[in-house]
């Protein structure tokens, strides 16, 4: 199975920072990687597809980057309803298995 | 508008059954591949099953092969997942997704609890 880490696993942030978030895999995935974002009690919502694609109603803010085995989510000013969690997946083979989880916390 | 209802959650005794259905709506769901996906409380996100648009092919976590069963009813829009054998470590909200790698649209989840 293709492992997925993240980094950090969380952080504190203030509205209006600029907040990078990373992803690795055990072994490459070209780019079938996507990010989602869950608020607690609410079920994910997807966000960035195949590493660089924003999802339709996605806001601009919200970019990921790069290829192989690692990759990167970055919103560039955090706004309030930003502070979730946020995860990423690998989509390139079965089982399809998910990083454990970056908290984004309100500073 | 995407809808993606989950239903058959609750407690069950261990080594018990259930089964979980996943109404969808706003979309043709016989084009697309559906999935079930699982958290733990308070844990991360654990991908355990899928299925093709037709319903011929699926594919399951090593965790659950054997024990769980997913299928579809296209004429009525239906997801479903059997889970028989449940043990403490099946605990968890489980998620009817919708896509065939890449999960678009997620359901509110039901919860299924596996206690004595």
């Known amino acids: 199975d293709i492992q997925m880490t993240q980094s950090p696993s969380s952080l504190s942030a203030s509205v209006g920072d600029r907040v990078t978030i990373t992803c690795r895999a055990s072994q490459t995935i070209n780019t079938y990687l996507n990010w989602y974002q869950q608020k607690p009690g609410e079920a994910p919502n997807l966000l960035i597809y195949t590493a660089f694609s924003l999802q339709s109603g996605v806001p601009s803010r919200f970019s990921g980057s790069g290829s192989g085995t690692d990759f990167t989510l970055t919103i560039s000013s955090l706004r309030p309803e930003d502070f979730a969690t946020y995860y990423c997946q690998q989509s390139y083979t079965l089982p399809f298995t998910f990083g454990p989880g970056t908290k984004v916390a309100i500073k | ?116």
């Open chain 2, 1 to 116: 508008e995407v809808q993606l209802v989950e239903s058959g959650g609750g407690l069950v005794q261990p080594g018990g059954s259930l089964r979980l259905s996943c109404a969808a709506s706003g979309f043709t769901f016989s084009n697309y591949w559906m999935q079930w996906v699982r958290q733990a409380p308070g844990r991360g996100l654990v991908w355990v099953s899928r299925i093709i648009s037709d319903g011929s092919s699926t594919n399951y976590a090593d965790s659950v092969r054997g024990r769980f069963t997913i299928s579809r009813d296209n004429a009525k829009n239906t997801l479903y997942l059997q889970m028989n054998g449940l043990g403490a470590e099946d605990t968890a909200v489980y998620y009817c997704v919708r896509g065939e790698s890449t999960f678009d649209f997620w359901g509110q989840g039901t919860l299924v609890t596996v206690s004595s």
